[in-house]
């Protein structure tokens, strides 16, 4: 199995792009929220890129929703199966109103074109042959959903936007000894102050590394950092490798823009 990170930065970046990615394997595709920017909505019109067919929406800020109402006015045919909680569904459709025409969404809906798939804590989702369990963040700001995937023996887990207190917030028994966390991280320990990552609910690299020794996961990757235009990309991802020397011993991957990575 892969993970693509078209994008690997937070939400506002002038060199970077925004974090989003596709979990892949063969023909398997689930693609995880629609930060789709022109270029790559252009490389899904000329067939270069597969039309996903599996999207989990995990909540409704702008870097995780805005290019949902791209990817649904070029669904011809088939089918796009969307995961997402009820409230989020509200939102989507208002938001496809507003943007586009009510009946031709209503229409997409009616023909299958768009099927949404609403979930809860207890929902359990089977697409191929994996296993997706969705995570309730409990987060302050916005409904926030993310989820634990599990497929022949592998078991990922996935949280990597507002991290702040997920761990306070969750049964931590079942993410123990996952194989791989996915998680965010804002920026190093050292530019806490300037960066001020816990006032918009995201941790360090020092912290995201503190999540992963709790429930001691294997693998780690972090994404959606932030810019910062005093630092290059691989001097920042340098510095957020350090902070985990006194903390975690397990594997570490922080991807830039474009990296494939093999889970
Ligand atoms: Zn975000």
């Known amino acids: 199995m892969f993970i693509q990170y078209y994008g690997t930065g937070a939400a506002v970046n002038a060199n970077v792009d925004t974090t989003h990615f596709v979990i892949y394997e063969w023909e398997k595709r689930l693609y995880v929220d629609a930060w789709w920017w022109m270029s790559l909505g252009q490389r899904v019109l000329r067939g270069e890129i597969?039309?996903?067919?599996?999207?989990?929406?995990?909540?409704?800020?702008?870097?995780?929703?805005?290019?949902?109402?791209?990817?649904?006015?070029?669904?011809?045919?088939?089918?796009?199966?969307?995961?997402?909680?009820?409230?989020?569904?509200?939102?989507?459709?208002q938001i496809m109103y507003i943007v586009w025409r009510w009946e031709r969404y209503e229409k997409k809906i009616e023909t299958?074109?768009?099927?949404?798939h609403l979930i809860d804590q207890n929902s359990e989702i089977d697409i191929y042959d994996w296993n997706i369990k969705p995570i309730n963040l409990h987060s302050k700001k916005v409904e926030q959903y993310w989820f634990q995937l599990k497929w022949s023996w592998k078991h990922i887990v996935f949280f990597w936007d507002e991290a702040v207190d997920v761990l306070n917030?969750?049964?931590?028994?079942?993410?123990?000894?996952?194989?791989?966390?996915?998680?965010?991280?804002?920026?190093?320990?050292?530019?806490?102050?300037?960066?001020?990552?816990?006032?918009?609910?995201h941790?360090?690299?020092?912290?995201?590394?503190?999540?992963?020794?709790?429930?001691?996961?294997?693998?780690?990757?972090?994404?959606?950092?932030?810019?910062?235009?005093?630092?290059?990309?691989?001097?920042?991802?340098?510095?957020?490798?350090?902070d985990m020397h006194s903390v975690y011993d397990g594997n570490v991957v922080i991807p830039k823009d474009g990296d494939v990575i093999e889970l």
Not at 112 to 116: A, T
Not at 213 to 238: F, G, P, T
Request: charge should be neutral.
């Open 50 to 93: 597969t039309l996903p067919k599996y999207l989990f929406m995990t909540h409704c800020h702008t870097d995780h929703l805005m290019w949902l109402p791209f990817l649904i006015r070029v669904i011809w045919d088939g089918t796009i199966n969307i995961f997402l909680t009820k409230k989020l569904a509200e939102k989507v459709k």
């Open 169 to 201: 917030r969750n049964d931590l028994d079942s993410y123990m000894w996952c194989d791989w966390l996915l998680c965010e991280a804002f920026c190093a320990q050292q530019h806490k102050k300037k960066m001020d990552p816990g006032g918009k609910a």
């Open 203 to 242: 941790v360090t690299s020092l912290e995201a590394w503190n999540i992963a020794k709790q429930i001691d996961a294997k693998n780690v990757i972090l994404s959606h950092i932030a810019e910062d235009i005093e630092l290059d990309r691989s001097k920042q991802i340098d510095e957020m490798k350090m």
């Open 112 to 116: 299958n074109n768009i099927v949404l």
